[in-house]
């Protein structure tokens, strides 16, 4: 059971909240901009599922140690710096083409859900935001608050996948374009790198 008084409200911030850009919904639109629905598909579920680990910190006090740890929280941050900053590095190293057809490689789409789950779980501030939020929509008087979390937790990740899945499907469809012209290829390139970048130093630099 949970608290159905907010509940409303508890969707609308959801929506709100989902719809924030960050690196798991770049990684989405990147994938399915550059290699086809499929591959934009994949990455939303794994963005999606990386979001589960913080969920179940949250729900289990793991989140806790991340807030009141600075070594935990510092680790975990700077890990998921280089992760963002590898991945720009990457992009602007690789000499393979930046959009190919991927569409029928399942090996390609199970290294982009992973490469999802990654950018998700490296990111403390997750955990710290799930500690904050949820709690706001908890009832103590109903059934524990663990409980609690994770449905709302699953509400939240369930939101998540659709409006990412929309995102990625809606990227995928500018993709003919993309491929007839060599310019763009080369601005989206440099485009996704220079993002992935600005938001891996960010990260390092952030504070709790």
């Not at 779980?121 to 109903?142: E, G, V, Y």
Request: proline letters at 3%.
């Amino acid at each position: 059971m949970i608290d159905t008084s907010n509940f409303t409200l508890f969707i609308v911030t959801s929506i709100a909240v989902i719809f924030m850009p960050g690196p798991a919904m770049l990684f989405v639109i990147s994938n399915g901009l550059t290699k086809g629905p499929k591959a934009s598909i994949a990455a939303a579920f794994g963005t999606t599922a990386g979001v589960s680990f913080h969920l179940f910190c949250a729900a289990f006090g793991l989140a806790v140690i991340l807030k009141t740890s600075a070594i935990a929280f510092t680790v975990v941050k700077f890990g998921g710096a280089a992760y963002l900053i590898y991945l720009a590095i990457k992009t602007l190293l690789s000499k393979e083409q930046i959009v190919n057809d991927f569409s029928d490689n399942e090996k390609t789409e199970n290294s982009i859900f992973l490469q999802g789950i990654f950018i998700n779980i490296l990111n403390p501030k997750l955990s710290i935001f799930f500690l904050a939020f949820l709690p706001q929509f908890i009832n103590p008087n109903l059934t524990s608050t663990s409980s609690q979390t994770l449905i709302l937790g699953t509400i939240f990740m369930a939101m998540t996948i659709v409006i990412f899945i929309g995102y990625g499907l809606c990227a995928s469809l500018l993709r003919q374009k993309v491929l007839n012209s060599p310019r763009i290829l080369k601005a989206i390139k440099w485009c996704f790198a220079s993002i992935f970048m600005a938001l891996g130093v960010r990260l390092a630099l952030s504070e709790k």
